[in-house]
């Protein structure tokens, strides 16, 4: 696992946007792993500069996002699909068709969960799949007690991750409940991952995901077992980790597969 401190959510945007962009130059028809949520909306906004200014083409990529809210059409504006449309898709030379996330209006939820799981398994697996982190130390919608092995499924949102959304919704009461999320099983076969962090109210989880003990009670840590992992992290969310030095940038390298 590499570790990246970078000065601020620009940089450290910037960074994650570099790696993006390796690998859709590298293996045009390449798979990404798509996550929602504020932090990779600065990765999001590279991409569509790179796209517009340098040629960056989208043309030939699959996408599989990482969860979608049980109960919520695609055109709702807290949807996950409205959200990657608006804020990536919709400015990209990306093939509608070629874009997928999980279905939480399906009619047979644990179906869906299996169809997507058979959807990536054919698309040849993900190549790039990005990542952030709950104040909890989940990622994607796998809350605190997730298997470690676990695939797409249905995920009971926890009432600390119910509360930290309700900010994009009228009131609490209207967020939803469940979701569906790839599983942490799902996440770890991608052949690269990147995840980012931002902000002090994430430097706890961070510590916890590059120092602390792999427990399922938080999920991201997992993260360390992977071939590839690239973690990126702005300043403020790198406060508490006891093996980096304030106001100097550090590249850690821990258990990292060269091959």
Known sequence: MEVVIKESYEQMSALGAEIVARIVRNKPRSVLGLATGSTPLGIYRELIRMHKDEGLSFFQVVTFNLDEYIGLPPEHPQSYRYFINQNLLDHINVKKENTYLPDGMA?????????????????????????????????????????????????????????????????????????????????????????????????????????????????????????KTTVIVERAAAGRLSRCYPGELQVIRMNRDTK
Do not use: W
């Open 107 to 227: 009619e047979n939820i644990e179906l869906a969960c299996i169809e997507y799981e058979k959807k990536i398994e054919e698309a040849g697996g993900i190549d790039l799949q990005i990542l952030g982190i709950g104040s909890n130390g989940h990622i994607a919608f796998n809350e605190p007690g997730s298997s470690l092995g676990s695939r797409t499924r249905i995920e009971t949102l926890s009432e600390e991750t119910i509360q930290n959304n309700s900010r994009f919704f009228p009131c609490r009461e209207n967020v939803p409940r469940h979701a569906i999320t790839m599983g942490i099983g799902t996440i770890m076969d991608a052949r690269e991952l990147i995840l980012l962090a931002n902000g002090e109210e994430k430097a706890g989880a961070v510590a916890s995901m590059i120092e602390g003990p792999i427990t399922a009670m938080v999920p991201a840590t997992v993260v360390q077992l992977h071939r």
